[in-house]
């Protein structure tokens, strides 16, 4: 482990980025292949009906399993990059065990509230979805097991790990899903088993690394002092609260759609949201970036261009993706997924919001770096009010599409008012607004490695 740190060191910060980046994306676009085969599978073999079902189940249980990690796993992992960085391997220990230790007691609080707690649901939505739910809700006892694994492996700069483990959960899914939704037809009980057992043989895979760095910790010296609480009554009390408001009206928005107009829109609402999902996540410069950013920070002046660049490079590729998609992505519908034509025109709503979620994906990193989880919180808070009084004027009236259009005016305010208090805290992280349309001699050097390396690969 210790060699492991060194090595770490001796890479250069741009280095890091480009590799975890690259890897990332790498990971990612190999997952689109399995992904895309796994939705096809599900939409193919449900019904429209029984696909909105799926949905409703999925972001119920999902909502409650983000309340067990209490929305701070960013936060602490910065912490602990931090704490990595200054080289006090004890606290690092401390806070760790800390964490995972209420993650493990709230997993057990928050299934034994989902799994007996789900008929108050059945008073307000039909009562056939709550049996998926209880089932799904055993996922929720996985999650400690799994919050200690991707801590690990974030702090340790492990991004092949996390990649390879993405890889490898997505095409197990994708097999699990073939066996038991296609060839024994058990419908949504199948793609709810191949989610729960997905998890459990990635986390059996990878264990390995997990005792690695396990008796690496037990030979360390651990602090005494309980700074996972002390994080929580610092800056910590502003991310969970800001991800028990925000966590749930994101996840309630199918839940306006069930409500307002039936069952069977939540599941055009959810075909379109997952082709737009799949897109955002071509670009994971978050996941780097949110691990470089704790450790550098005394450096701003660095961490700002970085950001500028960042936000330069990602506007230009979603735009692109966004442009192409536009046209594609209907003309795949179209001819695999018929029943589901109405979700072209939410796709195409949702597109309009890519260039706002280039920036949004670069602003987590530096409000969890600053520490500024309390200014997240109000901004959030406003973003939420958005949601559900869009939601209520739009969904009743104009339909399905009202919830799109929802989601795109909410995501430009609030990438807006996020962008505007950045600004304001630290001018060093200023969006240059001019040097999105200026090519200087970075990018050329860029663009010649890109040309360079593309004319190598057809050699």
């Given at each position: 482990?210790?060699?492991?740190?060194?090595?770490?060191?001796?890479?250069?910060?741009?280095?890091?980025?480009?590799?975890g980046?690259?890897?990332?994306?790498?990971?990612?676009?190999?997952?689109?292949?399995?992904?895309?085969?796994t939705?096809?599978?599900?939409?193919?073999?449900?019904?429209?009906?029984?696909?909105?079902?799926?949905s409703?189940?999925?972001?119920?249980?999902?909502?409650?399993?983000?309340l067990?990690?209490?929305?701070?796993?960013?936060?602490?992992?910065?912490?602990?990059?931090?704490?990595?960085?200054?080289?006090?391997?004890?606290?690092?220990?401390?806070?760790?065990?800390?964490?995972?230790?209420?993650?493990?007691?709230l997993?057990?609080?928050f299934?034994?509230?989902?799994?007996?707690?789900?008929?108050?649901?059945?008073?307000y939505?039909?009562?056939?979805?709550?049996?998926?739910?209880?089932?799904?809700?055993?996922?929720?006892?996985?999650?400690?097991?799994?919050?200690?694994?991707?801590?690990?492996?974030?702090?340790?700069?492990k991004f092949?790990?996390?990649?390879?483990?993405?890889?490898s959960?997505?095409?197990?899914?994708?097999?699990?899903?073939?066996?038991?939704?296609?060839?024994?037809?058990?419908?949504?009980?199948?793609?709810?088993?191949?989610?729960?057992?997905?998890?459990?043989?990635?986390?059996?895979?990878?264990?390995?690394?997990?005792?690695?760095?396990?008796?690496?910790?037990?030979?360390?010296?651990?602090?005494?002092?309980n700074?996972?609480?002390?994080?929580?009554?610092?800056?910590?009390?502003?991310?969970?609260?800001?991800?028990?408001?925000?966590?749930?009206?994101?996840?309630?928005?199918?839940w306006?759609?069930?409500?307002?107009?039936?069952?069977?829109?939540?599941?055009?609402?959810?075909?379109?949201?997952s082709?737009?999902?799949h897109?955002?996540?071509?670009?994971?410069?978050?996941?780097?970036?949110?691990?470089?950013?704790?450790?550098?920070?005394?450096?701003?002046?660095?961490?700002?261009?970085?950001?500028?660049?960042?936000?330069?490079?990602?506007?230009?590729?979603?735009?692109l993706?966004?442009?192409?998609?536009?046209?594609?992505?209907?003309?795949?519908?179209?001819?695999?997924f018929?029943?589901?034509?109405?979700?072209?025109?939410?796709?195409?709503?949702?597109?309009?919001?890519?260039?706002?979620?280039?920036?949004?994906?670069?602003?987590?990193?530096?409000?969890?770096?600053m520490?500024?989880?309390?200014d997240?919180?109000?901004?959030?808070?406003?973003?939420?009010?958005?949601?559900?009084?869009?939601?209520?004027?739009?969904?009743?009236?104009?339909?399905?599409?009202?919830?799109?259009?929802?989601?795109?005016?909410?995501?430009?305010?609030?990438?807006?008012?996020?962008?505007?208090?950045?600004?304001?805290?630290?001018?060093?992280?200023?969006?240059?607004?001019?040097n999105?349309?200026?090519?200087?001699k970075?990018?050329?050097?860029?663009?010649?490695?890109?040309?360079?390396?593309?004319?190598?690969?057809?050699?």
């Open positions: 482990m210790d060699k492991d740190n060194k090595n770490q060191d001796n890479k250069s910060l741009t280095h890091i980025i480009g590799e980046v690259a890897m990332y994306s790498a990971g990612s676009i190999v997952n689109k292949f399995s992904g895309f085969a939705s096809l599978i599900k939409i193919r073999f449900l019904s429209v009906f029984h696909y909105g079902l799926l409703l189940t999925i972001t119920a249980v999902y909502f409650f399993n983000g067990v990690t209490m929305g701070i796993s960013e936060v602490v992992t910065a912490d602990l990059n931090r704490i990595k960085g200054e080289g006090k391997t004890d606290v690092y220990k401390a806070l760790l065990i800390g964490y995972i230790k209420s993650v493990c007691l997993a057990i609080v299934w034994a509230l989902l799994f007996f707690g789900t008929d108050l649901i059945g008073l939505y039909d009562n056939s979805v709550l049996p998926y739910i209880k089932l799904f809700s055993f996922i929720i006892l996985i999650t400690p097991l799994r919050t200690l694994y991707t801590t690990i492996f974030k702090t340790h700069l092949k790990y996390l990649v390879n483990w993405s890889v959960e997505s095409y197990i899914n994708l097999g699990l899903v073939i066996v038991l939704v296609w060839l024994f037809d058990f419908g949504i009980k199948g793609v709810i088993y191949a989610e729960l057992i997905y998890h459990l043989i990635s986390l059996i895979i990878f264990g390995p690394f997990l005792i690695k760095v396990g008796l690496y910790l037990l030979k360390q010296k651990r602090s005494p002092g700074y996972f609480w002390q994080i929580i009554k610092n800056h910590g009390k502003w991310a969970l609260l800001t991800n028990y408001f925000g966590d749930f009206t994101k996840k309630i928005r199918p306006f759609i069930a409500y307002f107009l039936n069952v069977e829109m939540v599941a055009i609402f959810s075909v379109a949201q082709f737009y999902n897109l955002i996540s071509l670009l994971p410069i978050k996941d780097v970036l949110a691990q470089i950013f704790p450790r550098e920070f005394k450096y701003k002046i660095k961490i700002g261009q970085i950001l500028n660049r960042s936000f330069k490079y990602s506007l230009i590729i979603f735009i993706v966004g442009v192409v998609s536009a046209f594609v992505v209907p003309w795949i519908v179209a001819i695999i018929p029943r589901y034509l109405d979700s072209i025109y939410v796709f195409r709503v949702l597109l309009i919001a890519m260039p706002a979620i280039s920036l949004l994906l670069l602003q987590t990193p530096i409000y969890n770096a520490q500024r989880q309390k997240m919180f109000f901004l959030t808070l406003v973003k939420n009010i958005m949601i559900i009084l869009l939601s209520l004027l739009l969904i009743p009236f104009i339909g399905v599409i009202g919830s799109a259009i929802e989601y795109v005016i909410t995501i430009y305010c609030y990438v807006l008012l996020r962008n505007h208090n950045i600004s304001r805290i630290a001018s060093e992280f200023k969006i240059n607004w001019n999105l349309i200026v090519l200087d970075f990018d050329i050097r860029l663009a010649k490695k890109i040309l360079n390396r593309i004319i190598f690969i057809k050699k």
